[in-house]
């Protein structure tokens, strides 16, 4: 079993190669408090280096899966003094650090799954953005609702972008409003939608079972290729990417995988749910 | 109410902070001329520092948007004399001062709303990429023409690209093909389709009434986020969100909002439409 | 006709402007061997310079567009020996030269169409990523199915994001899954889908006619803007696009185009297929 650190915010539950991590603050609708942030960046850290656990499954107590920022601590900020020497607003250094974090979740090596239901509003649909891949519950509720407020959703519009490109980001940003499950799939932000409670934990299982097919240090290293192809020159990527290939081809995973093929046997590392 | 340029080849018309921008060339469809664009660069640049405008509505008299550029033109440019002393040609000029256009139509910081009928064509279907949330009857004729006029949708092509991603920019530039509201849907061109000039108004109404609950600093600021994510380091983009955030968290709009949510009442400056 | 150069693991059939390429190893399911993708780099190269071949259509023999990698020369890489004296693996060095083959298949001047049937899998389903055009049978089966076989898509894997997005590329990328023709058309992966056999060739028919009715050069020029606007600063694109275009519009397709269309008439380059 993985070295998980204590969280109290956050229900751990490893089973096998998975992971399901749930934000347990159903009374704040899993609103996003400092306490969920620090510990959702704890456990992945934790598990960095771990290739036990290849498949991370977050979800939110009590049917709803985030329902945001924390308004009560925006009202507890702009009462706070600002700093008049020079020095960095706080409430900016507080900000950029939920970035840091939104960088740290979309880049876990691990393969990250969203089940998305209730709502997913603000910094709860960034959490959205970073997953690899995004169930929900056709009534799921979204909005990109930070503009009503007077702010700007600061750290997760890049995310937002990367995720339903800047035509859909631009609708979502600049009009705050409210969307469902079926209007997610169109947009880009979710990859299959569920009619109820059964069909999303059918569709979790099958999504589980095909990653589960997957070698979990090659999808290591394919998540990273994908990432660094959005931000670094082709031929680096490129060239990076052959000497990976190498490797992994090389390495047990690849010599298993190839082998399993040509004798049409299962590799020893998939892993099935009944 | 705002200070505006004299037009003639565009109708203004303010109503609140809504500025409702007609192409009023209906006896050209609506094409390009230099009038058109001047005029409209114009516009952008008289309220580029009004908050008071918070939404421009862009659409074309006689119930067309814009049969795009104005091809008796081109005719003219070919038979005038290429240059022979190594300068510019006066053709490359002119069209690349269309190009410095789209970026600021693309980019002003009000929030820039699309209602398109009839056709958008080459230059039109240009305008329609820059728009922050495009609203299209189903019955509109869509083309990316230029092609088959033996010419490049020069300046408009990046702007293709970005509004429906490369995959879909291949098509569309490379078989001109025409297509209409719903394929322009499913290519992501457009949010929006109505099946008749009601069900346009009435889609408009409701957009009009979701951006009417945003702030419009928050907004200009998260529009402006949203751009240079596409083109900036992402740690940059983060930073300045951050210090953005700060600024409008402290500022009226931040204080106004959050203590709305709070006391569960509207903010002072939500208008709305009846 | 074209200069082509003889190949025996592709057939190549000149028809007026275009040139059809078809995968002819029906017996290992049209899997790209080194020979493969030779063939097809050298038909490239042959026609850079051509503008009298317009369209490339790539297809498969036999009712399979291409069942990926050949997965028993992935059996004889990792028994081969690893250098030892630092230099770098054959094994990187072999998969990198098929990335540079992507770059110049993505990239080619030509118009490229593809016709999707049967299976596209691993590299298969890259080839699909470079193409302009992608029309597939309802039924084809598609996968992204490297990291079952515990290697990454290496060299494919950008072309996936570019082509889907990142955030449809982490699906299919992290899960392997098969997925069919109308999931393709969902995705992004493709452009069209046809039923059946029938509907495949009629829905070609249309895509030669509209592409048919396009100038040869404007095309070539275009499709080198459109890609150069995914990684060079907009306003150097914008600068190239308005030079490109003046040399167009002053050129011999330019003032063909623009006199046809002032007298309704159809351009002298323009190609039918009853």
């Known amino acids: 079993m993985a070295n998980l650190p204590e969280c ?5 539950d490893q089973q096998g190669s998975r992971l399901y991590v749930t934000i347990n603050r159903p009374e704040a609708r899993n609103a996003l408090s400092n306490e969920v942030v620090d510990e959702l960046s704890a456990v992945i850290d934790a598990i960095a280096d771990d290739r036990g656990i290849r ?3 977050l979800r939110g107590a009590g049917g709803t899966f985030c329902a945001g920022g924390d308004i009560k601590s925006f ?4 009462q706070s003094t600002a700093p008049t020497d020079g020095s960095r607003d706080p409430i900016a250094i507080n900000n950029n650090r939920f970035g840091e974090f939104m960088i740290k979740l979309n880049s876990m090596p691990q393969t990250l799954v969203g089940v998305i239901e209730g709502a997913a509003f603000g910094g709860g649909l960034g959490l959205v953005c970073a997953t690899d891949i995004a169930i ?3 009534g799921t509720k979204f909005a990109l609702s930070e503009t009503g407020l007077g702010i700007p959703p600061a750290q997760i519009a890049p995310f937002v972008v990367q995720r339903v490109g800047i035509t859909n980001a631009r609708l979502l940003a600049l009009s705050g409003a409210r969307f469902n499950g079926p209007r997610a799939l169109e947009l880009g932000l979710v990859h299959f939608i569920a009619d109820d ?3 999303l934990e059918a569709t979790l299982k099958r999504v589980l079972n095909d990653i589960g097919k997957c070698a979990p240090g090659a999808n290591a290293e394919t998540k990273r ?6 931000r670094k020159p082709l031929d680096e990527v490129l060239a990076d990417a052959a000497d990976t ?11 298993a995988g190839v082998m399993a093929f040509l004798q049409k046997q299962p590799a020893a ?3 099935t749910i009944e």
């Open 136 to 138: 929900c519950a056709a």
């Open 225 to 230: 290729i994908l990432l660094d192809s959005q």
């Open 75 to 78: 009202q507890e900020s702009f």
């Open 197 to 199: 409670a059964d069909g």
């Open 8 to 12: 109290s915010a956050l229900l751990l």
């Open 269 to 271: 590392w998939v892993e």
């Open 55 to 57: 498949t991370v499954i």
């Open 245 to 255: 290939f190498a490797r992994q081809l090389r390495g047990p995973e690849g010599q």
